[in-house]
């Protein structure tokens, strides 16, 4: 069976959107996430320097992850490439950010934390729609 032109469009906007609101969610869970973590930092009084870019990284998944589920529980389907978009453009924006404040981004980390978040955005949209169906 076909689908029409409008039924096309209508798919390609509510995909946009999910990922859209799904990324905007991610944001909000990577605040809270660095928030908890800036909180426990000065709470423990010492963090070595090299134990930082591992919590970031942490928390950016943790946050991609969060973001694809977003996505997939609003699109109800396509949870796998919708997870990766919400984790893509999170990613995308975190790098805008580091950039913005001056922070020169090294090639290494930056692919590390692009891979790393775009699949955990991935298992994000996975998990949000092969939950039990009711």
């Given at each position: 069976?076909?689908?029409?032109?409008?039924?096309?469009?209508?798919?390609?906007?509510?995909?946009?959107?999910?990922?859209?609101?799904?990324?905007?969610?991610?944001?909000?869970?990577?605040?809270?996430?660095?928030?908890?973590?800036?909180?426990?930092?000065?709470?423990?009084?010492?963090?070595?320097?090299?134990?930082?870019?591992?919590?970031?990284?942490?928390?950016?998944?943790?946050?991609?992850?969060?973001?694809?589920?977003f996505a997939a529980k609003l699109a109800k389907k396509r949870g796998l490439p919708?997870?990766?978009?919400?984790?893509?453009?999170?990613?995308?924006?975190?790098?805008?950010?580091?950039?913005?404040?001056?922070?020169?981004?090294?090639?290494?980390?930056?692919?590390?934390?692009?891979?790393?978040?775009?699949?955990?955005?991935?298992?994000?949209?996975?998990?949000?729609?092969?939950?039990?169906?009711?």
């Amino acid at each position: 069976m076909r689908k029409s032109r409008g039924t096309e469009k209508s798919e390609i906007l509510g995909a946009v959107r999910a990922v859209l609101f799904g990324t905007i969610g991610g944001c909000l869970a990577a605040a809270a996430l660095l928030a908890a973590s800036a909180y426990i930092i000065t709470s423990m009084g010492f963090l070595p320097d090299a134990a930082v870019p591992a919590v970031v990284l942490v928390a950016s998944a943790l946050s991609a992850f969060l973001a694809g589920l977003f996505a997939a529980k609003l699109a109800k389907k396509r949870g796998l490439p919708l997870g990766a978009a919400a984790g893509l453009l999170l990613f995308l924006l975190f790098l805008l950010a580091g950039l913005a404040g001056g922070e020169e981004p090294r090639l290494a980390g930056s692919v590390t934390r692009l891979l790393v978040m775009v699949l955990s955005g991935a298992l994000g949209g996975y998990a949000g729609v092969s939950g039990k169906r009711r």
